[in-house]
DNA sequence: CTACCACCTCTAGTCGCTGTAGAAGCAAGT
DNA sequence: ACTTGCTTCTACAGCGACTAGAGGTGGTAG
């Protein structure tokens, strides 16, 4: 109920101290209230919207979109569908992403598989991170 | 067969001129020979190199890595089990970044499921951000 | 009284580029 | 000879999302 300071508020959200002062240096979170002798003090209100921004984070969402996100939940009375145009477009951008990973990561094993403990000079992965095509090479 | 200037070099690798000049300036590719009016000029093992470290990037490796890799291809009498130690780790990062992007669609998917076009204020979105627990609630 | 911690501000570093400004080189066309 | 237009040069700022450090102040416990 009471007010806490930056440390409090950084071990009940698991953030940094530097990163919640980062974060207000951004405009993310609000200019936080000083003591007399100008420590930041914060509110349950506070809590609840780092909480929402560290978990929009571990989700993948960009800074800007979490100011968005919490921009739109400001007119209470509105449709979701911008908020939710953005999460889908975010799960959009995970799944591009992952496919694009797995390419990679295909690639690589065959890259690693494709060793056959030679000297450096007849090493095949060099060979193939060189040529660009990391098949296992025709013997 | 002639050295080439860096537009030359830049286009027959996809690479960017600001790109290899910045791979120049960390390090990456060796400083080059310039012309009487200071143009660099580069020839087929510049073109080699910079091929091998675009691919390198194009997988996934690191410009540190990437550093080791071609160190390591200056003892050609070595083996190459330093190189295979360094393809490996990276092919286990990928599939640790891998897995937990899939975790995250899988919440993203959730996430975006749950919403029932309401208003803002009642957006299961926004709650499951501000909770962390991205399922759809018990009505 | 002093040690120690939490807090403050400000700056710079991380990674891998990308983009800009402003100057100079160089070849071809008029 | 001059102009046009491309390429190249250097040097520096910016991206995103922090993180780390220096150097200082405030408040409290022993």
């Keep these: 109920m009471k007010p806490v300071m930056i440390g409090q508020l950084a071990r009940e959200t698991s953030t940094k101290v530097t990163t919640i002062r980062f974060y207000e240096s951004i405009g993310l979170l609000r200019s936080a209230p000083r003591t007399a002798s100008g420590r930041r003090t914060y509110d349950a209100s506070d809590i609840e919207r780092l909480q929402f921004i560290r978990n929009g984070r571990r ?3 960009s800074v800007d979109e979490l100011r968005s996100l919490m921009g739109l939940a400001e007119n209470p009375d509105q449709d979701c569908g911008a908020a939710s145009a953005i999460a889908a477009r975010h799960l959009k951008n995970v799944e591009a992403r992952l496919a694009q990973l ?4 295909d690639e690589l094993e065959m890259l690693s598989q494709s060793c056959t403990k030679a000297r450096m000079a007849d090493c095949r992965i060099m060979r193939a ?11």
Tied chains: 1, 2.
Excluded: D, K, M, W
């Excluded at 991170?129 to 013997?139: D, F, L």
């Design 59 to 61: 989700l993948g969402f």
């Design 102 to 105: 797995a390419v990679l990561r």
């Design 129 to 139: 991170i060189g040529s660009g095509h990391p098949r296992p090479e025709p013997q």
